[in-house]
């Protein structure tokens, strides 16, 4: 097949060519039409295409399909209320849908509430909760999975009480009294989720019908390649076969039964969490937490100063340790036992996907890296987030050649609560510029639920750098459109380790897309508006747009 008539920008560095041949799923020829039927074998059919713009498929390195066909109420809860009342009665709502419980404790569970978005900047509490459901054991999950609320049937079904200890990891927020709340932090939600996820389990067959209708949603974006972010070993092969029924190809990065147990296994990728999310690892000089503090007072006695204290909640007190520096934040026990899942990883023939958001984090991760470099150069490793960093260790994870897998998108969805405190120089929120600059091989992907699935609106985040109210965080870091629409393409298939995508270049796999416009000349607020006409996928067409 010969496909012409519109730009085909086979790279996104490089100038469109005219036309591409495309033979047993690969391209096969690239360059002017005369040359492409030269190169393509007599008589190959041809199609000119009348709009738009052909690219290279996207790739989405990091999201969570699994927790996403898992349940069927994923973002259930995703701003459909403006405070804890409205949260509530939502529920309540939702709860009476459903049919009579089934069984002695059996869980209700909803998703997709943002406590920073409320108007009381939390989660509800147990007693709230109680107000709707009380008869069951209920788990509202975050739009982030790292922070969820339960009912008291739910504290008592996950055995919480007053002298429950807090589980490495997490936290299990308190009354004055000592008394758990029912809100969840961290480790602490990860085992309600396991729990919650595992007594109500998912009929297989609906399981299977919302993972092949998540497949079809990503074909209609553009994207025919993942990683996802936490699938549980024992039904990793079942994943991928069905989302490749679908015309997706899966590449899982495999957990225990819990989002917070990496599986390390020959031949696969394991997820490790060494910190939080929302509660990630920071680690500031005394100069830093001065000016943190300052910068702090200032916005909690601001306009916004409710956000402000709520955010500072997320931080933590901060606590100096023995490098001499101030840290903040949740870690997991695998921090600590880093260096031991490097040899672990080494031994099995596993690569490891690092959940490093704290500059803390990521620091933990080039020191030991660097502690025995002979042990981690028998490792693949990628960075997922790296939200936080300073210029140094910008330049150790380009000179170390490791992938940073980065969400722009969360410049939209929590940019501006974290930037009404500025955050201590040289600390920089998402530096992608700065990574990119250092030699890091970027690549975008959306974390979805936790931010919109769309690759276009992470290509226009990453270029404008816009947060919900419309200003501009550290415009200094922002990337230009090539860039950009490379870190969703061929950025992506490197953190993947995938060889033979990303591009359209001769020699690759023929995995297109071919949008209504070209995406050249287009401010970034239209972006998000491309619509994928058709998406191919190893030369075949496995989504064609609906006529009208």
Known sequence: ????????????????????????????????????????????????????????????????????????????????????????????????????????????????????????????????????????????????????????????????????????????????????????????????????????????????????????????????RIGDAAVPAAVASAFVEILASAGVEAHPLLVGSRIDEPAILPGATAKVLIDGGEFCHLCMTGSQLRSLMTGSFRANTGPEGGVSRAVGMRTGFPRREADGRWHTGLRFPTQAGFAELLRSAAEAGAALAVHAVGNGAVETVLRERDADRGLAARVPLRVEHAMVLEERQARALGAASLPVVAQPSFLVTTGHELTIAPMPRPLRLMPLRMLRESGVTLAFSSDYPATPLEPWASIATAIDRRDATGKAIEPDQALDLAAAIDAQTRGAANALGLVGAGTLEVGMAADLAWWDRDPVGLIPADLPGLVALETWRAGQPVHVRPAG
């Open 1 to 224: 097949m010969i496909l012409h008539g519109v730009p085909v920008h086979v790279r996104p560095d490089l100038v469109p060519v005219e036309a591409i041949g495309i033979e047993g799923g690969m391209v096969a020829a690239a360059g002017t039409l005369d040359e492409v039927r030269a190169a393509m074998p007599p008589g190959t059919p041809e199609r000119r295409l009348d709009r738009g713009a052909v690219l290279p498929a996207f790739i989405d390195p990091h999201l969570h399909a699994y927790l996403v066909a898992t349940d069927p109420h994923t973002n259930a809860l995703l701003r459909r209320a403006r405070d804890i009342r409205g949260l509530v009665d939502l529920v309540g709502t939702l709860a009476a849908a459903e049919p009579e419980d089934p069984g002695a404790g059996r869980w209700l569970r909803y998703h997709g509430y943002e406590p920073l978005l409320l108007a009381e900047h939390r989660s509800p509490t147990a007693a709230e909760l109680d107000r709707v459901v009380s008869d069951r054991p209920l788990h509202v999950q975050s739009r982030t999975y790292h922070e969820s609320a339960v009912n008291s049937a739910g504290l008592d079904a996950l055995g919480i009480g007053r002298t429950t200890v807090d589980p490495p990891g997490g936290r299990i927020l308190r009354d004055r009294r000592g008394r758990p709340t029912g809100v969840l932090l961290e480790s602490a939600s990860f085992a309600a989720e396991a729990r919650s996820g595992r007594e109500d389990a998912p009929d297989p067959a609906a399981w299977r019908s919302r993972l092949e209708a998540f497949g079809r949603r990503l074909l209609s974006l553009g994207i025919t």
